[in-house]
């Protein structure tokens, strides 16, 4: 079973500053893979970025890096240069690969709300 | 190229009546899911198709049912709705199921039962 857990039920930065927002996961599947997913208040989920289990370098997309921590099965979310558009609900979510088995199915986490103060 | 699309967007239903969420990709993807998010949790699976003509339950399937109807169509239905199935629906396709691809998703449905 994969388990993802976000224990930031809400974070506050100021506009143009940078933050982290934290996901750590548990698996048994030797090979995985994190994702990270903005739901803004509109209500769609917007793909940010993705991390591969055996991926080397931590995963960069824009603004956005994932530290990504192996043994401490950490994958967080580091935004940097805050604008006030980054105010919604950000999921930390994964999937796992035993043997294909996983279907592509993905276990998602409870969410953290972010909101950008100008 | 719309993407995934479902209708409808909003629907208010009362205990015991059924319908049928309707989920469509244009993408050619082979994999497509429904989930539902509740209010201070995050998406749980409902049902899921690897490949077309193939379909499995997820972590929460009572009360669903589902039909991939081709490569492009995933239907979600309640046959008895019930308060507890109130929630945002959404479906959400991925290019294939074995690989590490991103799952794009539709805007989602309201669907409230009184």
């Known amino acids: 079973a994969q388990k993802i857990t976000q224990t930031q039920p809400g974070m506050f930065v100021q506009e143009k500053e940078a933050v982290t927002l934290d996901c750590t996961y548990d698996t048994s599947d030797q090979s995985y893979g994190l994702f990270w997913y903005k739901q803004p208040s509109s209500g769609e989920m917007i793909f940010l970025i993705y991390q591969g289990s055996y991926d080397e370098q931590n995963a960069t997309e824009g603004r956005y890096s994932l530290n990504f921590q192996k043994a401490r099965k950490s994958a967080n979310l580091v935004i940097s240069a805050s604008q006030l558009g980054d105010s919604a609900m950000y999921f930390c979510?994964?999937?796992?690969?035993?043997?294909?088995?996983?279907?592509?199915?993905?276990?998602f986490g409870q969410g953290t709300i972010l909101t950008v103060h100008p | 190229n719309a993407g995934v699309t479902q209708t409808p967007k909003f629907q208010v239903l009362k205990t015991g009546q059924s319908m049928t969420l309707q989920c469509a990709q244009d993408m050619n993807h082979n994999s497509m899911y429904w989930y539902r998010q509740d209010p201070g949790m995050g998406l749980r699976l409902i049902y899921y198709?690897?490949?077309?003509?193939?379909?499995d339950k997820g972590e929460v399937p009572n009360g669903y049912n589902v039909s991939r109807l081709n490569k492009r169509e995933f239907s979600l239905r309640l046959e008895s709705a019930a308060p507890s199935q109130t929630s945002v629906y959404f479906c959400?396709?991925?290019?294939?199921?074995?690989?590490?691809?991103?799952?794009?998703f539709g805007p989602g449905t309201r669907l409230t039962v009184t």
């Open positions: 959400a396709s991925t290019l294939d199921a074995s690989g590490f691809y991103e799952q794009y």
């Open positions: 198709s690897a490949s077309e003509g193939t379909t």
């Open positions: 979510a994964m999937r796992g690969f035993a043997g294909g088995t996983s279907y592509g199915k993905l276990t």
